[in-house]
């Protein structure tokens, strides 16, 4: 039987993290991979995967970066509660951590800036299209400037950043889709973003000012049953994130 009263429910949340390392030296840049995915925890039935099927660290994707390199990088949650169990309709967040070599929170504003330019979405990758041509293009020759990239946003449109909880470093994007409930039913999958661009206009400065930095990104799942928003249901998540913690 649920217990209905929010401070007794038994929540089915989950959590997935995937961690990518980006160096960048003095005129080129190498982009690695360190993907394992982990389990923070799981409880009831409510499973989601995070992966990003497009890069592939075996045939060197994001090595030896330079101004013009462009690589396919698409963080992707799915819903992937098994069937048997029913549906497990959630809610959904993504949290990007933009971490400087040791692991530490980038505060420089130039740099932040900087590495936003490289983070787009590609309407093309789920079957759009833009001004009726195809998007951004891996290992275009030559590159991209800023002025052709400036027609993308950062992150897909079904996603919204969560401006009360992001900081300039952490940057926290709520899942709404189509109709704007913000669900992801069993079986379904969203992309944040797709693609990593080093822009053409960047001159070695710019290279110098980025040094080595960390993507970490974090994928959070809550049950949307018995909850009236999301909103209400990330409040709940926070909650129980926080008595997890030792």
Do not use: H
Not at 86 to 94: A, H, L, N, Q, V
């Amino acid at each position: 039987m649920r217990i209905r009263k929010p401070e007794k429910r038994k929540l089915l949340a989950g959590l997935l993290c995937l961690i990518s390392v980006y160096g960048i030296g003095n005129t080129a840049a190498y982009f690695t991979e360190n993907a394992a995915v982990t389990n923070v925890f799981t409880t009831g039935n409510l499973e989601i995967a995070l992966e990003e099927p497009l890069w592939d660290p075996d045939e060197k994707d994001g090595r030896d970066m330079y101004p013009g390199y462009s690589v396919k990088k698409d963080p992707t949650v799915k819903n992937v509660t098994p069937d048997k169990n029913g549906k497990e309709p959630c809610y959904i967040r993504m949290c990007v951590e933009i971490l400087d070599e040791s692991g530490s929170e980038i505060e420089d504003e130039k740099a932040l800036s900087l590495i936003y330019q490289t983070i787009y979405y590609d309407p093309s990758f789920e079957g759009g299209e833009k001004n009726g041509e195809k998007g951004i293009t891996e290992g275009r020759v030559p590159g991209y400037r800023l002025e052709e990239l400036n027609g993308y946003s950062m992150e897909n449109p079904l996603w919204e950043k969560d401006t009360i909880r992001s900081t300039a470093g952490k940057l926290i994007y709520n899942y709404k889709g189509l109709d704007g409930s913000g669900i992801l039913d069993t079986g379904e999958q969203s992309t944040l973003f797709t693609d990593i661009v080093i822009p053409t206009d960047w001159g070695y400065e710019d290279i110098k000012r980025i040094g080595a930095f960390q993507l970490k990104i974090t994928a959070e799942a809550i049950q949307s049953t018995d909850f009236a928003t999301s909103k209400d249901a990330f409040r709940a998540l926070d909650e129980k994130i926080r008595e997890e913690m030792p």
